[in-house]
């Protein structure tokens, strides 16, 4: 099983400055900035940031950690936005050459 923990993300997704990302399941393009403990999504439809506080990320993070699932209905208890999460997630893993 891939672990994962919030502060990794955060120090991944600082790294990819404006990068553009894609979600998983609809490859739907986005980029991710990080401000304080809070990750801002971006979606390149509407160019609108949407705040994920730093809760959110750490529970995606213990969730994807227990399950390793790449399903955004595996978390619907916890967010309503983790196909963002899980793309980042996604690119974590392959830039470390660890992948589910």
């Not at 923990?5 to 600082?14: C, L, P, Q």
């Not at 609809?26 to 900035?33: H, I, N, R």
């Not at 705040?51 to 619907?76: G, I, K, M, Q, W």
């Amino acid at each position: 099983m891939e672990r994962v923990t919030a502060d990794e993300i955060r120090s991944f997704a600082k790294s990819l400055g404006g990068k553009p990302l894609h979600t998983l399941a609809q490859g739907k393009e986005f980029t991710v900035e990080v401000d304080g403990d809070y990750i801002l999504y971006t979606p390149a439809s509407t160019g609108k940031q949407r705040r994920h506080r730093p809760a959110y990320l750490e529970a995606v993070c213990e969730r994807f950690s227990d399950t390793n699932s790449y399903h955004s209905s595996t978390y619907r208890p916890v967010t309503l936005n983790p196909s963002y999460t899980l793309a980042v997630i996604d690119a974590y893993l392959k830039s470390k050459g660890r992948h589910c």
